[in-house]
Antibody, heavy 121, light 109 residues
Framework: EVQLVQSGVEVRKPGESLKISCKTS????????IAWVRQMPGKGLEWMGI????????RYSPSFQGQVTISADKTISTAYLQWRSLKASDTAMYYC??????????????WGRGTLVTVSS | QSVLTQPPSASGTPGQRVTISCSGS????????VYWYQQLPGTAPKLLIY???RRPSGVPDRFSGSKSGTSASLAISGLRSDDEADYYC???????????FGGGTRLTV
């Protein structure tokens, strides 16, 4: 069974750094891309970026380029989303999702349950 | 503002058929597959339709997708109360080299 298990709730202050994780199992981690999707409170889904865990090739939405870093550790089948300096506007639910095909433009067939990030002074 | 345009809301009564539209452009829907996701309240999104009109195993055939030119539609027949959810369309955008989501449609049954 394919599983994407995300790290737990995070509460941080503005300016702090954060790295959240998405641990996968049940499939070949390096054969499918992993995307990160933001959902701000009461809002829709926003694609942030995507990574190929096999070679760490990554693409970012212009809205998030330079604001976050997506990475992956294929030794432990885990993808990460990282911030160097959080803002209050980063408060949101963050989902990781796996592509159903081996290309970045294949839709997402499995999703993590989400990591809630709250940034508040 | 989303590049893929969906109506913010839709509604129907149990047993009815409802359709949700998704409008894009030549760089996304016009040249790539469309995907539909269902997000039940308080849960993660779930893949409902892939490659315009295919259903993953386990998705009832009450759900169907179609695409024509730069627009796509999701149809739900035999509406049930547990179909109440937010529905999102998505497509790869060649200009962006990334994914675009629609703004989402809240379905009320």
């Amino acid at each position: 069974e394919v599983q994407l298990v995300q790290s737990g709730v995070e509460v941080r202050k503005p300016g702090e750094s954060l790295k959240i994780s998405c641990k996968t199992s049940g499939y070949s981690f390096t054969s499918y891309w992993i995307a990160w999707v933001r959902q701000m409170p009461g809002k829709g889904l926003e694609w942030m970026g995507i990574i190929n865990p096999g070679d760490s090739d990554s693409r970012y939405s212009p809205s998030f380029q330079g604001q976050v870093t997506i990475s992956a550790d294929k030794t432990i089948s885990t993808a990460y989303l990282q911030w160097r300096s959080l803002k209050a506007s980063d408060t949101a639910m963050y989902y990781c999702a796996k592509t159903y095909s081996g290309s970045s433009n294949g839709g997402f067939d499995s999703w993590g349950r989400g990591t809630l990030v709250t940034v508040s002074s | 503002q989303s590049v893929l345009t969906q109506p913010p809301s839709a509604s129907g009564t149990p047993g009815q058929r409802v359709t949700i539209s998704c409008s894009g452009s030549s760089s996304n829907i016009g040249s790539n597959y469309v995907y539909w996701y269902q997000q039940l309240p308080g849960t993660a999104p779930k893949l409902l339709i892939y490659r315009n009109n295919r259903r993953p195993s386990g998705v009832p055939d009450r759900f169907s997708g179609s695409k024509s030119g730069t627009s796509a539609s999701l149809a739900i027949s035999g509406l049930r109360s547990d179909d109440e959810a937010d529905y999102y369309c998505a497509a790869w955008d060649d200009s962006l080299s990334g994914w675009m989501f629609g703004g989402g449609t809240r379905l009320t049954v």
